[in-house]
């Protein structure tokens, strides 16, 4: 592959840095909910589109990139390499979804005003880019030389996976962070913000402020995240390429995403259950990898599967007004929706056989004789045990019920029963003399 090829995709992405920096971003403001899904779709349609290049690349071997080899020593086609970038950078952004849970406790325990917060995210991404594009290739480097190094990743994104699904976010307490104990040890850092800047003066020392430190802070978390999702990428492509241009491509949206996403994230609490799936497949599928290998347009189906079902559940079974996502973990998330799942499903079978039964009641009904009646009462009686408006339907009928009931019993006992003669009406006696007036 040549060098040509590296060089034109880097300053591609330098170009759009700048441009984003001194153009669209001169200024620091804060950045609004549509602004951000705008900027959003546009990395979204930029990522995609350049799969459509990587097709044409690989399919005609432009600057010699299909000199790459696959996993069973075959050339990549355009079509096996476009898939295999795709569902990267599918992974990528995916996993990205913890770092912006991680940026918004941090911004939220540092207070860094939502105008600078870009800025930030900004040289966060492009630190991020840097520190990727080394572990990417000290990554390739020792698959290439230790082909057992693919157990070590699988094993790792096994672990990672377990460990995510048992563990529960509590409340972050930043001062104790490794990152943040070390810089205010040996860097001199101020107490206060110097609007976006990173160092100030005071009483002429230099001082890196609170802004610098929140930089480190989010630099060291894209690093552990990295620890998980570089070799979640192995794992769908070999090709140093494709590796970085997929994370490039994830990492560049992620900012966008974060303020889209930052503050609505936690209505979607099935997406890291979904996540913890996603990692525990990619981990099995680099370890069965010497003895079955699982095609990329199977991983990717499962990929997006599994994604897309996050976000159902999410929707089916929203998390409650007061919870918070810090409070549980994704195996209670996921005990929590399979119990709200099993009710759901309860009620669609109670309505289905419910109305069932009242459809049979109507030709039944038509036939002469009482049968239909029975048989829309049992109806009734199956959508009542869950269903309130059955309930007052099935109540209704058993109130008329018992007035028709009583109302027949009097009806009788006053068949049965003469009617009481009346009493005789005493006649008034005349007055007597002495009562006359004289």
Not at 315 to 334: F, R, Y
Request: include cysteine; charged fraction near 15%.
């Amino acid at each position: 592959m040549t060098v040509w090829l590296w060089i034109g995709f880097l300053a591609f992405i330098l170009v759009m840095l700048m441009l984003d920096l001194l153009v669209v971003n001169r200024k620091a403001h804060t950045v609004k909910a549509t602004e951000s899904l705008v900027w959003t779709g546009v990395c979204v349609v930029l990522a995609l589109s350049f799969s459509v290049a990587v097709y044409f690349m690989y399919e005609h071997n432009l600057f010699g990139v299909a000199e790459q080899r696959g996993a069973g020593g075959e050339l990549l086609s355009g079509k096996a390499a476009a898939m295999q970038y795709v569902t990267g950078w599918m992974v990528e952004y995916a996993l990205s979804l913890d770092n912006i849970m991680i940026f918004a406790i941090v911004f939220s325990y540092f207070q860094v005003r939502p105008e600078y917060q870009h800025r930030v995210l900004f040289w966060g991404v492009f630190g991020a880019l840097v520190m990727r594009g080394i572990m990417i290739a000290a990554g390739a480097a020792l698959l290439t030389k230790f082909h057992w190094m693919i157990y070590v990743f699988g094993v790792i994104l096994l672990i990672t996976a377990a460990k995510l699904l048992v563990t529960r976010e509590e409340s972050t307490d930043l001062s104790r962070n490794l990152i943040v104990r070390l810089t205010r040890r040996f860097l001199p850092v101020s107490h206060s913000f110097d609007g976006e800047r990173f160092f100030t003066v005071e009483n002429g020392r230099r001082l890196a402020t609170p802004m610098f430190v929140v930089l480190l802070v989010v630099e060291f978390t894209d690093v552990i995240f990295a620890v998980d999702s570089i070799p979640a990428i192995f794992a769908i492509t070999r090709d140093p390429f494709l590796v970085f241009t997929s994370n490039v491509f994830a990492i560049m949206g992620l900012r966008s995403l974060y303020f889209a996403l930052s503050s609505v994230l936690h209505h979607f609490r099935y997406v890291k259950t979904s996540l913890v799936f996603v990692l525990a497949f990619i981990g099995v599928k680099m370890i069965i990898e010497p003895w079955y290998q699982i095609n990329t347009g199977a991983s990717l189906a499962v990929v997006g599967g599994l994604l897309a079902t996050g976000l159902l559940a999410s929707l089916m079974v929203p998390a409650p007004p007061e919870a918070s996502p810090h409070e549980t973990a994704p195996l209670d998330d996921l005990a929590d929706f399979a119990e709200k799942a099993w009710k759901r499903m309860r009620r669609v079978v109670i309505l289905v056989i419910g109305v069932t039964l009242l459809l049979i009641a109507i030709p039944i009904a038509i036939i002469p004789g009482p049968g239909g009646i029975p048989v829309a009462i049992l109806g009734l009686a199956v959508l009542a045990t869950e269903f309130i408006w059955a309930r007052k339907i099935l109540k209704k009928m058993k109130t008329k019920a018992e007035d028709l009931r009583d109302a027949a019993k009097r009806m009788v006992g006053m068949k049965q029963t003469k009617p009481a003669e009346p009493p005789a009406t005493p006649t008034p006696e005349p007055p007597s003399r002495e009562d006359e007036p004289r």
